[in-house]
């Protein structure tokens, strides 16, 4: 029988080579993340995806994109320039990209291009030539928010894989004879960050090339190495020095009719109702790490109409919640799964199901007399 101080000698001597050679990928050959620096605006940006103001050509851009595939590593076939702006109220993003063939550009809805796992319109059957642009505002290494726009201005967003979050953010694209242009504004008051006044922040930029099959990062990762915000680029030169306080409020009015063949006996009976709802959402920014949401009588009919089913089981049928005041922070409520961009994403369990939340009770109903 091994004793037990040779036991312990023997997984010092199994453990110490590991570690070393860990040591060694981790250090001197993992290359320093690229830096990108933002410059106050000096002027008034219009979003038109023109990028003919003086400030644009003021700031040193953001080069040397690299292949994710299907050539890994190799520079981008085309390059790419990305520019960084800000003032007291959003983040300005302005992007060159060349390309003399031209460009993919369906039309589309908002999100519908949306691409959580790496393959180019996994969310449909569209493809697109697109720009990403994914901010961690905390720099904590763990938030993500998405922004993309493609050259026909079609708009998608995500945060931390969750394609609900819809923030309120402006974007334009242009296509020329060298390729195409775009530019985003995003207010402060979207996004969460840390109260200091000079910030770094977490980016990282991604282009699709759809008629090279081509998808090209600025932070490059191989394939086969970590990813996510932990090894995204430093954005630099923020000096926010007021803190954005804004109130938004989504008011909504639904009306509805019902139609009734009454009885000519029936004195009581009533041909037709009249329904009548009136409510709102709010949100209050307090800080830049708090906000306050409020709702007044939320209503299914301020939001897209599910999609029709027909369930004959004895369990009720899971919709996804639309309702922004549900939709906000409902990952709080959520535990387990696993969501990245290139990899088999499982869906997390949620303990908290508010679509139960404002409509009628599903055991309720009428009794016979007899």
């Known amino acids: ?40 605006v000096d002027g008034t940006i219009t ?3 023109r990028l003919d103001e003086a400030a644009w050509r003021r700031v040193e851009p953001a080069t040397g994109f690299r292949q994710y595939q299907p050539d890994e590593g190799a520079p981008a ?33 908002r999100d519908q291009l949306l691409d959580a796992s790496g393959n180019n319109g996994s969310f449909n059957s569209l493809t697109t030539d697109k720009l990403i642009v994914r901010l961690d505002p905390y720099h904590n290494h763990l938030d993500d928010a998405w922004f993309e726009v493609n050259p026909a201005g079609v708009r998608g967003d995500q945060f931390n894989g969750d394609p609900s979050w819809d923030p ?21 008051s979207q996004l969460r960050f840390s109260p200091d006044s000079v910030q770094t922040w977490g980016l990282q930029i991604w282009r699709y090339i759809d008629a090279r099959n081509e998808q ?28 954005p306080r804004q109130l ?30 009136v409510g709102a959402d709010i949100k209050v920014l307090l800080t830049t790490n708090l906000t306050l949401d409020a709702t007044l009588n939320p209503d299914f009919g301020q939001v897209e109409v599910d999609p029709a089913s027909l369930n ?32 088999n994403n499982t869906s997390s369990l949620s303990s908290f199901y508010s679509r139960r939340i404002g409509r009628p009770p599903q055991l309720a109903g009428y009794v016979d007399d007899n």
């Open 47 to 49: 979003v038109d995806g």
């Open 312 to 343: 004959l089981s004895a369990f009720e049928t899971y919709y996804d919640e639309k309702r922004p005041f549900f939709v906000a922070g409902r990952s709080a409520f959520s535990f387990g799964g696993m969501r990245c961009m290139f990899c």
């Open 168 to 188: 309120i953010w402006d974007s334009a694209a242009r296509t020329d004879s060298l390729g195409w242009t775009a530019e985003l504004r995003i207010p402060f």
């Open 248 to 277: 938004e409020v989504l008011p909504y009015v639904v009306t509805g009719s019902r139609f009734d063949r009454v009885a000519p006996s029936d004195p009581y009976g009533e041909d037709h109702e009249t329904r009548l709802g």
């Open 1 to 40: 029988m091994i004793s037990l101080r040779a036991a312990a000698t023997l997984l010092l001597l199994l453990l110490v080579p590991v570690s070393g050679a860990g040591a060694q990928n981790g250090g001197s050959g993992s290359p320093a993340p690229p830096a990108a620096r933002a410059a106050m």
């Open 77 to 109: 076939s085309y390059p790419t320039e990305v520019r960084v702006l800000y003032d007291d109220q959003a983040l300005y993003i302005g992007a060159r990209m060349a390309q003399p063939g031209g460009v993919v550009a369906p039309l589309a809805r």
């Open 216 to 243: 090209v990062m600025w932070s490059f990762r191989p394939r086969d190495a970590a990813s996510g915000p932990a090894f995204y680029g430093h954005l630099d030169g923020l000096d926010i020095a007021r803190q």
